[in-house]
């Protein structure tokens, strides 16, 4: 039998088996449904989109903490944004999309999608 992940969500227990999901693809999810807002530039402590396809997107689970207690899920990212933009407006559309994308791929329920901003992207590469 294979070795368990660190941590998993049981997302079905059915009779002839279950479905688990581990913590870091809900962070993956996460991280990704992040970075598809306009205005988001990069998860904190974590690569710029040019790099995404070379590292693989498992590093976009970077910057992302997952919890689960008693069923729902709190979500808890670090994020860069693009100079120029409103960091309520982008806060809010990133909450948004990471709940949407979080329960309609997975059926967890996703009540709380903390967002801290650790910086802002004033060029290509560089961050504040």
């Given at each position: 039998?294979a070795?368990?992940?660190k941590?998993?969500?049981?997302?079905h227990?059915g009779?002839?088996?279950?479905?688990?999901i581990?913590a870091?693809v809900?962070?993956?999810?996460?991280g990704?449904?992040?970075?598809?807002v306009e205005g988001?530039?990069?998860?904190a402590?974590?690569?710029?989109?040019?790099?995404?396809?070379k590292?693989?997107?498992k590093?976009?689970s970077?910057?992302?903490?997952?919890?689960?207690?008693?069923?729902?899920?709190?979500?808890?990212l670090?994020?860069?944004l693009?100079y120029?933009?409103?960091?309520?407006?982008?806060s809010g559309k990133?909450?948004?999309?990471?709940?949407?994308m979080?329960?309609s791929?997975t059926?967890l329920?996703v009540t709380?999608?903390?967002?801290?901003?650790?910086?802002v992207?004033?060029?290509?590469?560089?961050?504040?």
């Open positions: 039998m070795k368990e992940e941590e998993t969500y049981v997302l227990d009779n002839i088996g279950n479905t688990q581990a870091d809900v962070a993956v999810i996460a990704l449904a992040a970075m598809e988001v530039s990069s998860m402590g974590n690569i710029t989109r040019e790099l995404i396809s590292l693989g997107v590093n976009l970077k910057g992302v903490k997952v919890e689960l207690t008693d069923g729902k899920v709190q979500v808890r670090m994020l860069n693009k120029g933009y409103n960091v309520m407006d982008i990133v909450q948004e999309r990471v709940k949407t979080i329960e791929m059926g329920d709380e999608v903390d967002v801290r901003v650790a910086g992207a004033i060029d290509k590469g560089g961050t504040l």
